[in-house]
């Protein structure tokens, strides 16, 4: 049986030795008991009692070397893997960016099987950052991790210096800038909201306290695994070291469905579409705010007069656009959700046009508008492109916008008292107000 060799463009620890080696013809070796695994380049003939390491600087990729796990003292390099190539003196490489580290849970499956090929290829973060992917996955999808590093590598992305999978929060999520939370219990027949929010608040608390041991002091959390809001003030709650400011739930791709919807009705190309904002929960008392939404620069009740259909048919349409596509497709808006966690970072890291905001479930202490604190509610924001962003103080409010804000945080509220007992708040109490489950999200 060969081992072999890997080559890792990011910086990869040397102070952990393998465990054991991995025998098969992909590019992998174990490097813990836990099954975190980097991914190589090609297989070479190294010695069985082999362990592979690797030192790399921000502007030079150095060999891995091969050491004998007997006697660790004297290492062996071999062939292709004992050169040191400084990227600092190619002409395409030299104006790249420091690497940063990005990490996403539920990597295995579709929404990561779409999103990560988009993170690779610069689309996201721009032509001259290089990222490192590190890939969270279960003991059950670990073959389909090593599935999708390969995919990866066959993909060739100049900018993919490094990919690393692992079963473990605690070593996928070290030093990471980036955490993409999309792993989550779906819901099944018959499973009650409560039920779903006790299941993967379990998991949004583990996540959390791993972000606070090892990740980056100032990473930037994304959640999409549902009910994302309280499942981010679950992961923020267990990691006080982070800002909670720099947590979010994803509402992005409802704030894209409300742009498509108002496009359609005004019958105009959905780029004239601007200042968009879901208030509230990632559920059906989701508030579309059409009040301070404007069509090429002109507020949409005055481009659209039918206020029955903006009252009514216009959320329902939002809330109900997932549910639809399945009947269609007989699958979920993997797609879509990841083109809009793309679009979420992009608002994170591109300075916000004037005059325009996004959405993002983020948390309220300290909010403009008047919303209870201490919840994570979609708002408005703006950002000037560091990866922080502000509050949008601009907006209007009328009593039918205000009433149906002040519902979907009263559901909130209630999601709240129901994992206390996951945010180190007491006893859990439900009493959640019925089934408001997105149709398409069971």
């Known amino acids: 049986m060969a ?9 990869c620890s040397s102070s952990r030795k393998a465990t054991s080696n991995y025998s098969s013809q992909f590019s992998y070796v174990s490097t ?37 796990t007997e006697d660790p003292k004297k290492p062996e390099c071999y062939g292709v893997f004992c050169l040191t190539y400084d990227l600092k003196a190619d002409e395409e490489t030299k104006s790249w960016k420091k690497l940063i580290n990005i990490a996403v849970s ?10 990560l090929f988009k993170l690779a290829s610069g689309e996201v973060f721009g032509p001259e950052q290089p990222i490192a992917l590190k890939l969270l996955g279960s003991q059950r999808s670990f073959q389909a991790l090593e599935g999708v590093a390969m995919e990866l590598e066959d993909s060739l992305y100049p900018l993919l210096r490094e990919v690393s999978i692992g079963i473990d929060p605690y070593e996928v999520f070290q030093d990471a800038d980036w955490a993409l939370l999309i792993g989550a219990k779906p819901r099944g027949p018959g499973m009650e909201r409560a039920g779903l929010l006790d299941i993967n608040g379990s998991i949004f608390a583990d996540q959390g306290k791993a972000l606070n041991a090892v990740a980056s002091r100032n990473v930037k959390v994304i959640v999409v695994g ?9 992961c923020l709650k267990n990691a006080p070291n982070i800002p909670a400011k720099n947590f979010h739930a994803l509402t992005r791709l409802d704030e894209n469905r409300a742009k498509c919807q108002l496009a359609l009705k ?7 579409v601007s200042n968009v904002t879901i208030w509230g929960n ?9 009040l301070n939404a404007k069509i090429d620069g002109v507020p949409v009740k005055h481009v659209i007069k039918d206020n029955k259909w903006l009252e009514e048919e216009f959320t329902e349409m939002v809330q109900k656009r997932g549910g639809v596509l399945i009947q269609k497709w007989g699958r979920s808006s993997a797609a879509s959700t990841a083109v809009s966690i793309v679009d979420a970072i992009r608002s994170l890291v591109t300075p916000t046009r004037e005059g325009d905001w996004f ?5 309220t202490t300290g909010n403009p508008y008047g919303i209870a604190d201490d919840i994570v509610f979609s708002m408005p924001c703006r950002s000037n492109g560091d990866g922080d962003y502000e509050l949008v103080k601009d907006v209007i409010f009328d009593d039918y916008l205000w009433n149906r804000i002040k519902k979907t945080e009263a559901e909130l509220l209630a999601e709240k008292r129901c994992v206390a007992h996951l945010t180190g708040e007491g006893i859990a109490v439900c009493d959640l107000p019925g089934d408001t489950m997105l149709p398409g999200e069971m």
């Not at 081992?3 to 910086?11: C, I, P, Q, R």
């Not at 549902?226 to 679950?234: G, K, Q, V």
């Open 32 to 68: 813990r008991l836990s099954h975190h695994r980097r991914v190589r380049l090609r297989p070479l003939p190294v010695p069985r009692s082999s362990s592979i390491q690797c030192s790399v600087t921000s502007d030079q990729v150095q060999a891995p070397v091969a050491v004998n």
């Open 266 to 272: 005004a019958g105009v190309f959905y780029d004239k």
């Open 226 to 234: 549902n009910p994302c809001n309280t499942n981010a003030l679950i």
């Open 106 to 115: 539920g990597a295995a499956g579709m929404i990561a099987n779409h999103l």
């Open 282 to 290: 990632h559920s059906t008392t989701q508030v579309p705010d059409f």
């Open 359 to 363: 959405s993002s479930g983020v948390y």
């Open 3 to 11: 081992s072999v060799a890997e080559l890792n463009f990011g910086a």
